[in-house]
């Protein structure tokens, strides 16, 4: 498999709004992928999915190679979360984090998590999480294992791609950098 850069393939970034669900057709008729995809002249698919409840950084493209290879668990994509959660988050539960712990489906671990801000205000704290497990709703899980649930998540970045300042709701392509980024990543996880 070769990943090079081809002028058929579109490649854009969406920050998905929460409410929205990861397909291009709910049968349950919620909001859904399609009213952003529908802006291209091209037949795009997610890479991937988040939570209707989740927002952030989701990857539309025509690509559906590299969709697969990047979607899939075995080849571990790292991606950043933030993650606004109940209770303040001790350094021991940082760790506790980072060194893992067993779930229902397994054992998980974070490869980075750390606190941006607490607010004693109403008792909540700000946490980065970094992992590359793709299992569902792993993020959730495992705040809620170790005492924090989750009120708002968003996914800022997606292995070499960051959100920045791209408005809930938006898309735009990827910029030539970004499509070649995520091309090498592509076939470094094919290799």
Known sequence: VLFRSDTTKRYVMLN??????STMKDEQGRPDLRQYADRFEERLFNVGRLDADTSGLLILTNDGELANVLAHPKFGVQKTYIAKVRGR????TLTKLTTGFELEDGEIKADKARVLSASTKDNTSLVEITLH???NRIVRRMLAEVGHPV???VRRQFG???????ASGQVRDLSKLE??????LAREAAE
């Open 160 to 166: 070499p791609l960051h959100l920045g300042t791209l």
């Open 179 to 184: 499509r070649g980024l995520l091309l090498t």
């Open 89 to 92: 988050v001790t350094a021991q």
């Open 151 to 153: 009120i708002e998540l």
């Open 133 to 135: 497990s793709g299992r």
């Open 16 to 21: 998905k709004p929460t409410g929205v669900v």
